[in-house]
């Protein structure tokens, strides 16, 4: 069984994001980046796996330099090898031009599944999956938290509001991952130390014959809007009474209840 | 020919979203300002009698797929009958709700139609004849303007954001037929939850919890306050990591973003990436025994007290106001 897990390095989820005073971007300096935390369950759904039926897990992000510390990360939980695709072009891309790098380097492999973060926690798009989906012409399940697979058919399920949905997938197919589906490994010492020596090819969008013309474009990044001051509340000094002076603004300040 | 607004109104079990309406309204609005139709979608299996009602919530026209392939949901047949209705009516634009179907729905038509997509959005509007959205980034620790070059300008809208206002009006509605190749997806089984149990996602009203709980048992507590004011019952990552709530009740950059008209925080301190998915709500309260927890930064009402008397007091008195 062959198996793709694509990655992407995100700031950590505790990073405070500033926006850049020009509005092009955030500020990168003192973010601590890390695997985006659903591709995680794609790293572990896909070694697990592979530890059942046997086979290769290949790791493929889109990214630059620094993006190569997390395909190492998941080499070292036991990915055999990495794809890199590092090109400046690109860096912003939008999620059709990042799932068209990754339909390539995917093509490049014979793969029964690929997996996805649901979405990455840095621009929260929630696209590319189901994009590389369409593109590869493989049909696709969302946000999957259950998965057992048996004769090139997945049982997946996933959650919808108030409901949880069951389905059967034919392979090859494309899995986004999210909480629930299982608890990613840590990387381990000795596997730190082997994914050194672990393959990583590192491709430029030219060599997939992919060309950043971007149909969807972050033309200005603003911070929040600012919330004003709120109100303590200390009527009585009681819990009664505070609860009473909030029952009440809720009710005729907010106008909430 | 139309150049029209278009939007995938979504229902289940036969019965619109309240977020189909939300689009409806939305599209109506950005139809104005570009001097076009507002047109709705509807796919699925015998429901030709809901698009009356998108046509009191702004649809000009309502285009209905109904084929017994389009239900249960899945991915493929779905994006077959919207992509063909879209690109045979010459949509500009192509609104979807950013629901757990819309997301699956709207990401996959982004790869079929070739286009760009601002996902979960908060806003949109017209500038110089094109839209413009903006979608929280970083789970609303800072907010992107997109437009889109593509062709339909795609864009999801975050549900209980936007505006649903009924006008009065009713929609013309076309019936159209789309041939539905069988896709290779077959559902087994929808297992409901609860009846009565609110999606987080979807609740006007949240009573969350934290690490201040102390046991899922505490929880009880905030069951019974969302009870009176008709919302769900969220929880912080800590709460669910320590396996006192279902992991679709999380809130935060690592579960779900939420918007709801009140949230109210009890005992939950507020580390960053949980405020990161909840800071778009319109009210929120916080409730903590610790007046330096980082929560009360963003709350607009702050109690500093014992949850467990403040919040069986807050809910006798709410009792007294709705009940």
Redesign the interface.
């Known amino acids: 069984m062959n198996i793709v897990a694509c990655v992407k390095q995100v700031?950590d989820?505790?990073?405070?994001?500033k926006?850049k005073a020009d509005g092009t971007g955030?500020e990168e300096g003192g973010i601590k980046w890390v695997m985006n935390?659903?591709d995680e369950y794609g790293v572990e759904e896909a070694l697990k796996l592979k530890e059942k039926l046997g086979g290769e897990v290949t790791v493929v992000s889109v990214g630059p330099a620094r993006a190569m510390e997390t395909i190492r990360t998941a080499l070292a939980m036991g990915a055999d090898k990495g794809i890199h695709i590092d090109d400046a072009a690109l860096n912003n891309a939008?999620?059709?031009t990042v799932?068209s790098a990754l339909c390539a380097a995917v093509k490049s492999l014979s793969c029964d599944v690929v997996f996805c973060g649901q979405r990455a926690?840095?621009?929260?798009?929630?696209?590319?999956?189901?994009?590389?989906?369409?593109?590869l012409g493989?049909?696709?399940?969302?946000?999957a938290?259950k998965m057992e697979l048996a004769d090139n058919v997945a049982?997946v399920t996933?959650?919808?509001?108030?409901?949880?949905?069951?389905?059967?997938?034919?392979l090859p197919?494309v899995i986004t991952t999210t909480?629930?589906l299982n608890e990613p490994r840590y990387a381990s010492l000795p596997g730190i130390m082997k994914a050194k020596k672990k393959p990583v090819d590192v491709k430029t969008g030219a060599d997939f014959g992919v060309s950043a013309?971007?149909?969807?474009?972050?033309?200005?990044?603003?911070?929040?809007p600012a919330?004003?001051p709120?109100?303590?509340?200390k009527a009585d000094d009681t819990?009664?009474g505070?609860?009473?002076e909030?029952?009440?603004?809720?009710?005729e300040e907010?106008k909430?209840? | 020919m139309g150049n029209g607004v278009f939007f995938v109104a979504e229902q289940r079990d036969g019965a619109l979203r309240k977020v189909s309406f939300e689009l409806a309204s939305t599209a109506r609005k950005l139809a104005d300002a570009l001097g076009v139709e507002a047109c709705g979608i509807i796919c699925g299996s015998g429901v030709s009698g809901l698009a009356a009602d998108l046509g009191k919530y702004g649809a000009d026209k309502v285009f209905v797929v109904d084929n017994a392939a389009l239900e249960?949901y899945t991915?493929?047949a779905h994006?077959q009958a919207v992509a063909t209705v879209a690109k045979d009516n010459g949509a500009v634009i192509l609104l979807l709700a950013a629901?757990?179907?819309g997301?699956?729905l709207?990401?996959?038509l982004?790869?079929?139609l070739?286009?760009?997509?601002?996902?979960?959005c908060t806003e949109v509007r017209i500038d110089g004849g094109k839209l413009?959205a903006?979608?929280?980034?970083?789970?609303?620790?800072?907010?992107?303007?997109?437009?889109?070059?593509?062709s339909p300008q795609m864009a999801s809208l975050r549900p209980n954001v936007f505006t649903a206002v009924e006008s009065g009006k009713a929609g013309a509605v076309t019936s159209v037929n789309v041939a539905i190749e069988p896709?290779?997806?077959?559902?087994?089984?929808?297992?409901?939850?609860a009846s009565g149990?609110?999606?987080v996602?979807?609740a006007?009203?949240i009573v969350s919890g934290g690490r201040g709980m102390k046991d899922a048992a505490g929880f009880a507590v905030l069951e019974e306050l969302a009870g009176v004011?008709g919302g769900a019952v969220g929880a912080s990552r800590a709460a669910v990591d320590a396996g006192w709530r279902a992991?679709?009740d999380?809130v935060?950059?690592?579960?779900k973003?939420v918007s709801p008209?009140?949230y109210i925080a009890c005992g939950i301190s507020g580390?960053?990436?949980h405020l990161?998915g909840m800071?778009s709500s319109?009210?929120?309260?916080?409730v903590n025994k610790d007046a330096e927890a980082p929560i009360?930064?963003?709350?607009?009402?702050?109690?500093?007290?014992?949850l467990f008397?403040?919040?069986p007091?807050?809910t006798?008195?709410?009792k007294?106001?709705?009940g």
């Open positions: 700031p989820t505790e990073a405070q994001i926006v955030i935390p659903y939008d999620a059709f799932a926690i840095d621009d929260d798009s929630g696209q590319v999956g189901a994009i590389l989906a369409e593109l493989v049909p696709q399940v969302t946000m938290t049982k996933k959650s919808i509001e108030g409901a949880q949905v069951v389905m059967e997938v034919q197919c909480k629930g013309e971007l149909k969807a474009q972050v033309v200005k990044v603003l911070p929040p919330r004003p709120g109100k303590v509340l819990p009664e505070k609860a009473a909030l029952a009440k603004a809720l009710r907010a909430v209840i | 249960p991915t493929s994006t629901s757990a179907q997301k699956d709207s990401a996959r982004v790869g079929k070739a286009t760009g997509m601002a996902s979960d413009v903006t979608r929280p980034m970083y789970s609303g620790k800072c907010f992107g303007e997109v437009v889109i070059a593509g896709g290779k997806v077959k559902v087994l089984e929808v297992v409901k939850e149990k609110v999606d996602t979807e006007n009203v004011l992991q679709s999380q935060g950059q690592t579960g973003v008209n009140l580390a960053i990436q990161a800071s319109k009210y929120i309260v916080a009360f930064a963003r709350a607009d009402y702050g109690i500093v007290d014992d008397k403040v919040v007091a807050l006798a008195e709410c007294k106001l709705v």
